[in-house]
């Protein structure tokens, strides 16, 4: 008898651990800021909603919710890898976006009344630049529409 007391007692330690982890959705810097996680070819963008700071058993973590659904718990060398990544693609399109007129202009411009150059030399140019296929195909059918 005493000893079923004893195993009722240790089951909600176990399920303690396994307890939903309340982030911190204040207090930290990085909070609100946008990320690009790279996987292989692929990436995904996402936010960081929520943080822990360190403890004595426990680096700090981020909270990432990303734009197709998924969430992952970053360490604060991947956070800075990601922000940095963000932070260059935004950089490139910011770069492309202001330049736009000028190379719409070239390529579709008044010097050709207004007949359009073929597609091929945007990818070209674009690739040239560094700019995936993915960013290529994006900015082409931007430009195109």
Known sequence: DDDDD??????????A???????????????GRLVLRRFNRAHAEGIVTGWLPENAKDQAL????????????????ELMV???DFDRV????VNVRTARGHFVDYLYGASSGGAS???ALIKKGLAEKGY????????VTKVVD
Do not use: C, F, M
Not at 90 to 93: C, T
Not at 132 to 139: E, G, K, L, M
């Open 62 to 77: 981020w909270h990432v919710e990303h734009a197709d659904g998924d969430e992952e718990d970053l360490e604060e060398a």
């Open 17 to 31: 651990k396994e307890e939903e982890i309340e982030w911190q959705t204040t207090g930290n810097r990085y909070l």
């Open 90 to 93: 935004y950089q490139k399109y």
């Open 132 to 139: 995936s296929n993915a960013q290529i195909a994006d900015y």
């Open 117 to 119: 150059q073929p597609i």
């Open 6 to 15: 004893d195993d009722e007692e240790e089951a909600p330690a176990s399920e």
């Open 82 to 84: 990601a922000l940095a």
